[in-house]
Structure formats: structure tokens, C-alpha cells
């Protein structure tokens, strides 16, 4: 099994700030999904999904990602991610980066 460790950070500006650190494949992405819809469902004024610190990310957890991108889009919730090296590379692959917001 994978390590995944995610902590949710409330911002003073009333935003969202989910911290991903470790591995997102198939046995981490269900935790990650869960823990992103539930930061939507909060419906805060913007989710930042940090993920300068994830090291590896495949197929469903570029799912989970995109699963939360639609949750936050029908919400009305501007989702944007701040991806890792890694995380920037296999979602360029994918063409994932061209659907969700990146910050530099």
C-alpha cells in the first residue's frame, strides 16, 4: 500500500486549501476523491488543491482529480490546482491540464 496524506487548511478569504503529499493511484485515489468532495461541499469561495508534494499519480487519481473538478464546477466553486513536476507532467500527457486551472 501507497502512502497519501491530506490535511485541509481554511484561508482568512473564506478559501479552501486541500494539501496532497505522497502517491495517488488506485489503492490513495478513493481517499482523495472523498476528501475533495467533501471540501466542495463546503462550497467555499475557491479550493486550491496543493499538490507541489505528490511523487506519483496515475489513471484514478487523475479520475479522482477530474471527479472533483465537475463536483466543484456544478457547485459553483472555482477549483484550481497547484500541481508537482510529476503531477504537471502526467497531466499533460493525459490532457487533463488543459480542463483544470494550474497555478504556476
Known amino acids: 500500500m501507497t502512502d497519501l496524506v ?4 481554511d484561508r482568512p478569504d473564506g478559501g479552501l486549501v486541500v494539501h496532497v503529499d505522497g502517491e495517488i493511484d488506485g489503492a490513495t485515489a478513493p481517499a482523495l476523491e472523498r476528501a475533495l ?4 461541499a463546503t462550497t467555499p469561495r475557491h479550493l ?6 505528490v511523487s506519483f499519480c496515475d489513471s484514478r487519481g487523475l479520475a479522482a482529480l477530474l471527479t472533483a473538478w465537475r463536483a466543484a464546477g456544478s457547485a459553483s466553486v472555482p477549483l484550481t490546482l497547484r ?9 499533460s500527457l493525459s490532457g487533463v491540464d488543459t480542463l483544470i486551472d494550474l497555478s504556476p
Not at 491530506?6 to 487548511?9: A, D, G, I, Q, V
Not at 486550491?48 to 508534494?53: C, S, V
Request: charged share 35%; glycine share 4%.
Open 83 to 91: 500541481p508537482s513536476p510529476r503531477l504537471r507532467r502526467v497531466m
Open 48 to 53: 486550491l488543491i496543493d499538490g507541489t508534494d
Open 6 to 9: 491530506l490535511r485541509r487548511s
Open 37 to 40: 468532495l467533501d471540501a466542495v
